[in-house]
Every structure is written in structure tokens, then in C-alpha cells.
């Protein structure tokens, strides 16, 4: 069974300085893929960033960029310069091809209030 | 950019009614799903879709529930007998393909209460 961890129930960050938000996983599969979603206060789930397991190199998407460290089975997400949009729930999902690995398992998620 | 669309955005209801919540996929995926937040704790996997039939589901959607393609483009969730529990937002999402790597776009959710 695939689990997520994110032990950071929330975070506060000032205005325009970094923020890493921490995710670890569980998982047998040999390959799966590790996905950063963002739900602001009105509720909608909006995709960030995406890793694969056998990806060489740690994913970038402008701001957002994901720390992957396989032997660690973490996979944390690194906003940088944070603006007071990003105020919201982040949450850190899995998805693995047992079965037929088409759904998510998300992980608690982790609350992010950027401060001005 | 292609979304995907939630109808309504909330919906009440009167515990042991039944409600149907619409979806429409991104026109070009063929993956489809239903997830679940209630308040305050994580999203939980319901039921995935393909070629007309359900490929998976999880313990959460038992006979109380059902999804259908009925055209081309909806995809819906049904809830045959409302309860308590049930409220929560439900968030329909979609993806082109079935690896780890498809990402699974998530409409904006409906809000679902049970009074």
C-alpha cells in the first residue's frame, strides 16, 4: 500500500523568501510519479509540479521546484520567492502503476500562510 | 487551456435523497475520476473510469454510489440515498493516460451538504 506523509501541518513564510514544504512516501512499486497539488480558499485542486521515480533530475516549474531524494523516499516542494497568493493547502500525492495505478493517494496536506 | 467543469458548485441536500454531481472531462482524456474532501482532512480516491466501465474503486464507494457516462462529454456521480456522512466536496478529475506520469486535472469541486 502507498502512504504520504507531510508532518507539517502549517507553515508561514515572509513575503518573498523561500519556503520548502516537506513530503515523504511510502511505496513497493518500482515506478510511480509524485505530484505537488495547491487548493486555495476556494477550494479547487490545482496541479503544480510533477516528479517521476526514474527521473534524473529534480523537476522545475517557474517558482516551484521539487527536492526528490529517492533513497530518502522524499520528495519536498520548494516554493521560492513567495507571494501572498500562494496562501493556501498544499498537498503531496502519489501515484503508483500497481494494479492499475490510476489513482491519487494524497497525504494530509500542509497549510502555507505567506506573511507581507 | 482545456478544464475540467463541476456542476453545481454546491448542492444541498435532505439526508435520503439522491443527488447527481456532473463533471466534464478535458474533451481529449479518456481517464476519469471521483475523489472525496471532507472538511478539514485529506482527499480520498473513489472510483476511476475507462471505456465505459469502472476500473477501480475504493472502499468508500459502496452500492450507495454509481457513475455513468451517459453522452459523450458528462461524467456523473450519483449518490442513491444521501447520508450525514456524506457531505464533503467532491472533486471530479481527469487524465490523457493511464502511466504514472499522466497528470489527473481536478475540476473545482462541489460542495456537497447533507442536512
Known amino acids: 500500500a502507498q502512504k504520504i506523509t507531510q508532518t507539517q501541518p502549517g507553515m508561514f513564510v515572509q513575503e518573498k523568501e523561500a519556503v520548502t514544504l516537506d513530503c515523504t512516501y511510502d511505496t513497493s512499486d518500482q515506478s510511480y510519479g509524485l505530484f505537488w497539488y495547491k487548493q486555495p480558499s476556494s477550494g479547487e485542486m490545482i496541479f503544480l509540479i510533477y516528479?517521476?521515480?526514474?527521473?534524473?533530475q529534480n523537476a522545475t516549474e517557474g517558482r516551484y521546484s521539487l527536492n526528490f531524494q529517492k533513497a530518502r523516499k522524499s520528495a519536498n516542494l520548494v516554493i521560492s520567492a513567495s507571494q501572498l497568493g500562494d496562501s493556501a493547502m498544499y498537498f503531496c500525492?502519489?501515484?503508483?502503476?500497481?494494479?492499475?495505478?490510476?489513482?491519487?493517494?494524497f497525504g494530509p496536506g500542509t497549510r502555507l500562510s505567506v506573511l507581507p | 487551456e482545456p478544464e475540467v467543469t463541476q456542476t453545481p458548485s454546491h448542492q444541498v441536500t435532505q439526508m435520503g435523497q439522491e443527488v447527481i454531481l456532473r463533471c466534464v472531462p478535458i474533451s481529449n482524456h479518456l481517464y476519469f475520476y471521483w475523489y472525496r474532501q471532507i472538511l478539514g482532512q485529506k482527499v480520498e480516491f473513489l472510483v476511476s473510469f475507462y471505456n465505459n466501465e469502472i476500473s477501480e474503486k475504493s472502499e468508500i464507494f459502496d452500492d450507495q454510489f454509481s457513475v455513468e457516462r451517459p453522452d459523450g462529454s458528462n461524467f456523473t456521480l450519483k449518490i442513491r440515498s444521501t447520508k450525514l456522512e456524506d457531505s464533503a466536496m467532491y472533486f471530479c478529475?481527469?487524465?490523457?493516460?493511464?502511466?504514472?506520469?499522466?497528470?489527473?486535472?481536478f475540476g473545482a469541486g462541489t460542495r456537497l451538504s447533507v442536512l
Open positions: 478529475a481527469s487524465s490523457g493516460g493511464l502511466l504514472a506520469k499522466n497528470i489527473q486535472y
Open positions: 516528479q517521476g521515480s526514474y527521473d534524473e
Open positions: 500525492a502519489m501515484r503508483g502503476i500497481d494494479n492499475y495505478g490510476q489513482n491519487f493517494v
